[in-house]
């Protein structure tokens, strides 16, 4: 039995004002309402997971929830990285994004349009359901869970914790599967919803409280017949916390779903829930209906999803004039520091003609300075204005703890193709620091790179290899072809379909 208690990280701060109800989301919104428990029958095979070590596992997420004055529309994907599989459990991690699209419902008057509330956070009531991050690095908020092959949770850790009712992001698809033999099960249980209230000290100043309100959680479901491999596995689910107003839960979360279970594989394919969120106050009770799908994605879908970075940034860069050139570099010795700030972001607008050798020794002092967008534009500068000894600075310059000059160093090495740089990006593809960035500046390295990269094509982590493959795909030669061959039937799908194009590649096929 999993833990009835679970805490929502402090920082996740919500209001349950009724006139500012916020509608938004992420995969914490999905999590509340899939991630509960589910029986099967004994004319139906057992359902268990068989998710393979290594590979990794991509979810489309669509939620639609109509609010009294805004419809709120969510799209993302979630992925699940298999970490390993073996006789101690199955071992995952979950990361993903999601975007909110929000518009006003037609007719209707609203004092703030949904453009001002873009934080991609799901907020109903007194909830605000947090989610994975958006970024890559420091950014990203990766939840690691251990289960049995039934979906008993062994072990979990994260910072993505919902409260137990709502499940968390790390479990989105996984339901605990009963022994087989169960045509139906019920599963009831306490658990405690977080939420926070606004105490205002003035008209215009507040502050906010935490609440913790007891609820009861009930779920049932019924195995269908099964379609070959296919299992439908039928769900209702009724949450109901104990505080009422005038007699009604103060929230209620209920709805129905069904869940599509493929045996052959070990997994849920789809998972489709339509229910609502209620919410009940001294003047008014609220009825928010939302729609959920979960679907696997596979073949030309998955690709798709899964979309490339564009390529790296073209440097576009105009003549200037001798004396424009020379109020440039006089503005960047300054002592007037808005002169200085003003000439770093125009250096790298400016076409490199004689002086380039002084400009390039200006902005290699810019590295250290303590500006981190100084050391940001001076990057970009170096893109432009740069040569070989700015290859040495710009590589220390990828441990710079602020990302705009970390990514602005990426860039800069990748336009200016110098071999020197192809191992420190590989590293950080390798390390998942900005794999984005560095797999751009691989990309635009070239022939320079592919001996660094064909290094990753046989690394233990999937995403590494895969990326890998993708970034061969455009640059490899002959030499990759070997590997490439051999990372066509890598246990990671899209690792293998991303080799089988770079074999293409390799051998000068379009």
């Not at 009825?287 to 690709?303: D, M, N, Q, Y």
Request: one cysteine or more; proline letters at 6%.
């Amino acid at each position: 039995m999993q833990p009835s208690v679970a805490c929502q990280p402090p920082h996740q701060r919500t209001d349950i004002t009724m006139h500012h109800r916020l509608l938004h989301f992420t995969f914490g919104s999905v999590a509340l309402l899939s991630g509960m428990l589910s029986p099967v029958t004994a004319a139906t095979p057992t359902l268990g997971y068989k998710f393979k070590a290594g590979s990794n596992y991509v979810y489309a997420v669509k939620i639609e929830a109509t609010e009294p004055k805004f419809i709120a529309t969510s799209t993302g994907n979630l992925t699940y990285q298999i970490k390993s599989a073996n006789q101690d459990g199955i071992t995952m991690t979950a990361k993903g994004t999601v975007n909110t699209h929000r518009k006003a419902k037609e007719g209707t008057s609203v004092r703030f349009g949904p453009s001002g509330f873009s934080d991609g956070a799901l907020r109903i009531g007194g909830f605000r359901f947090a989610g994975l991050g958006a970024y890559d690095g420091p950014f990203a908020t990766p939840n690691e869970v251990q289960i049995d092959t039934s979906g008993r949770v062994l072990r979990e850790t994260g910072e993505s914790q919902l409260p137990q009712a709502f499940g968390a992001l790390s479990r989105l698809v996984i339901e605990q599967l009963p022994p087989a033999g169960k045509s139906s099960f019920e599963h009831n249980k306490d658990c405690v919803l977080l939420t926070e209230e606004k105490q205002y000290r003035t008209p215009m100043t507040y502050t906010l409280k935490e609440v913790r309100l007891p609820a009861i959680e009930k779920t049932s479901y019924t195995v269908g017949k099964p379609a070959g491999h296919l299992v439908p596995v039928l769900k209702n689910y009724d949450l109901k916390t104990l505080a009422t107003v005038g007699g009604q839960p103060k929230y209620e979360i209920k709805g129905v779903g069904t869940n599509t279970f493929d045996v052959q594989a070990g997994l849920f394919r789809e998972l489709v829930f339509t229910g609502s969120i209620v919410e009940a106050s001294e003047n008014v009770t609220v009825r928010v209906p939302i729609v959920l799908t979960v679907k696997l994605l596979e073949g030309e879908a998955l690709v798709a999803a899964l979309k490339p970075p564009p390529p790296l940034p073209k440097l576009e860069t105009k003549a200037a004039t001798a004396d424009e050139r020379a109020a440039l570099v006089a503005d960047l010795k300054s002592d007037d520091k808005a002169k200085r700030n003003l000439a770093l972001l125009r250096i790298s607008q400016v076409k490199p003609d004689a002086a380039r050798a002084e400009v390039e020794a200006i902005l290699l002092g810019f590295l250290k300075d303590e500006d981190q967008f100084a050391r940001q534009n001076a990057a970009k500068g170096l893109a432009v204005w740069g040569g070989k000894d700015s290859i040495a600075p710009l590589i220390k310059q990828l441990e710079d703890s602020a990302f705009p000059p970390r990514w602005a160093a990426i860039e800069a090495l990748g336009h200016l193709k110098d071999s020197r740089a192809a191992e420190p990006l590989a590293k950080l593809l390798a390390d998942r620091k900005d794999p984005l960035y560095a797999s751009n500046a691989l990309k635009a390295l070239g022939a320079e790179a592919e001996d660094a990269v064909l290094k990753l094509v046989q690394h233990e982590k999937p995403d590494v290899r895969r990326d890998a493959c993708g970034i061969l795909k455009v640059i490899a030669t002959a030499k990759s072809l070997p590997a490439l061959q051999k990372a066509s039937s890598d246990s990671d799908a899209l690792t293998a379909r991303f080799a089988k194009e770079a074999v293409k590649t390799a051998k000068g096929e379009k």
